[in-house]
């Protein structure tokens, strides 16, 4: 079916005079509005206004201009129904038969800093969607294009075949509705965070496509990696790659996780991750300490792992860091130096993140079977605990140093998990364990004769007291954990036998 009329009104302005002067040039009569409209006609291109087909002013700053039969008549009309078309005649409608529409800005608008209300509110679209959806529900008539990087393929189309192929026209269809429903997830979204709604009755998500992906956590599955339409500066998503091989879906996974450790840390830190765990944190006064002590935690694990750090990488932490075989780098930044080395590895991936900037909370959104689980970020610190010590001794001024990195680093922790610190970094860790003396056990043996005087962390509380008796045998002299057990007196006592310091914070970590 020839194109013989066109409906152009975008937010979007990306390309769209070269594309209409080419369906000009095809023949083909174009109606526009409000700024569209002033733009083509400012490069010399004719157009009718929209005014001059509804027989109807624009109205209310242009809330009301398009949301007229003579429009929604000319897109919804069948055109092999001859009672559609005899209607259109007895009512001086002439069909539309391409529509080019993209939506208010309403993303860009809600993504500024302090943005009022009401101009959020002015910026959700209504005519576009109207349009948007007519067109594409009544696609075998109707070529419906929402995205510029298909004015292209459009146009070749018509050049070649005079027409617009049925399946490229489901195609264009259905990115239109992919395009409203994330329109209106977004808009959904906003003004249930407004009304400060925490559990509502549905909820509606949207992410946009970042890259396909070679696949996914095993290379007989396909996968691809989506980001919000307004990301935390803080996230993974926001990464800018510096150097090496594309991500993969493991990378991601794990990087992600290095991330959200090392955001715990203000002072000078370095994480280590292995399959989304972490298997050496260290902290010093430089970056180089930091890193070093993340190393020295495990060096066997840290072999191809991704490390986090939340300062600059200079030369010095790039020499070490050049000295094994490493996967990612994530830092807020890398000295000259610094890039001169690592980048000599060709397939080291360089990520860098503003680790340090502020970020509000978000749900975490996890999928099961059929379904998706929704839960608040684990954000809890030992800053809201109300921290409670059960046992006859206290812990010295080092032992809380060592308890507090501990702590931060477990929560972290696929669950069973236990953690050993001393002397700013981890000495063991004992991840997803089905028993919590069996993860205790995996840590102690780890740190070995390190475990002297370590501080240990638990994810969740003690059922029994055998994992304060293994702590005690290896030497551990703190131990911080939730408590809560109707065993707790048990653990207790077990401490107070060994002279264990033991904090309770009143709340678990679990990590599923």
């Known amino acids: 079916m020839a194109i013989k009329r ?49 027989g109807f002013p624009e109205i209310m700053d242009g809330r009301v201009k398009t949301l007229h039969p003579a429009i929604h008549g000319g897109l919804l009309a069948v055109r092999n129904n001859e009672k559609h078309m005899q209607q259109l005649a007895e009512n001086n409608i002439q069909t539309i038969d391409l529509v080019v529409v993209n939506l208010y800005p309403f993303k860009e608008t809600i993504s500024k800093e ?57 195609k264009l269809a259905a990115k239109v509705f992919r395009h409203t429903a994330a329109y209106d997830a977004l808009i959904a979204e906003y003004l249930t965070k407004q009304n400060a709604e925490e559990d509502p009755e549905s909820i509606t998500v ?16 396909k996968a691809t990696f989506y980001q919000k339409p307004i990301r935390p500066k803080r996230s993974i998503a926001e990464a800018k790659q510096l150097h090496g091989k594309e991500l993969s879906y493991n990378n991601i996974k794990d990087a992600d996780a290095a991330l959200q450790i090392v955001k715990e840390f203000s002072d000078p830190a370095a994480v280590a991750v292995k399959h989304t765990n972490p298997c050496g944190v ?28 939340n300062r600059e990488v200079d030369q010095a932490t790039a020499e070490k860091m050049h000295e094994i075989f490493l996967e990612i780098i994530i830092a807020p930044s890398f000295s000259e130096e610094a890039l001169k080395i690592l980048t000599s590895k060709k397939n080291l991936r360089l990520l860098t993140i503003d680790v340090n900037a502020p970020s509000l909370p978000e749900k975490q959104l996890t999928s099961v079977h059929g379904g998706l689980l929704v839960q608040d970020e684990d954000r809890f610190t030992l800053d809201d605990a109300e921290i409670h010590i059960p046992t006859k001794r206290e812990p010295s001024e080092e032992e809380w140093k060592d308890l507090k990195l501990a702590w931060k680093v477990v929560k972290h922790v696929k669950s069973n998990a236990i953690v050993l610190a001393k002397d700013e970094m981890t000495i ?73 310091a033991m904090v309770f914070t009143g709340v678990r970590h679990f990590k599923h």
């Open 206 to 221: 949207t992410f946009e496509k970042k890259q396909s992906l070679r696949y996914g956590e095993n290379p007989h599955q």
């Open 428 to 500: 063991g860790i004992g991840a997803g364990q089905m028993n919590r003396v069996g993860a205790a056990k995996i840590a102690i043996e780890q740190a070995g004769e390190k475990s002297k005087g370590a501080a240990l962390a638990s994810d969740a509380f003690f059922p029994m007291p055998d994992t304060v008796e293994e702590a005690a045998k290896a030497g551990v002299t703190a131990i911080i954990q939730p408590g809560g057990s109707i065993r707790d007196e048990d653990s207790i006592k077990k401490a107070d036998e060994y002279g264990i």
């Open 282 to 309: 260290g902290t010093g006064e430089t970056i180089l300490e930091a890193y070093t002590r993340a190393y020295e935690a495990d060096p066997t694990s840290i072999f191809g792992g991704i490390v986090a750090l």
């Open 114 to 170: 302090d943005v009022a209300f009401q101009e959020a509110i002015e910026n959700i679209d209504i005519g576009g969607p109207a349009m948007l959806r007519a067109s594409a529900k009544n696609h075998q008539d109707v070529v419906v294009v929402v995205d510029p990087a298909d004015y292209e393929t459009v146009l070749q189309e018509l050049k070649e075949k005079k027409e617009v192929s049925q399946e490229l026209k489901m």
């Open 6 to 54: 066109a409906l152009v009104s975008v937010s979007n302005k990306e390309n769209i005079v070269p594309f209409v002067k080419e369906l000009v040039g095809l023949g083909i009569e174009v109606i526009s509005t409000g700024g569209t409209k002033k733009l083509l006609e400012e490069n010399e291109v004719n157009v009718i206004g929209i005014s001059e087909v509804t």
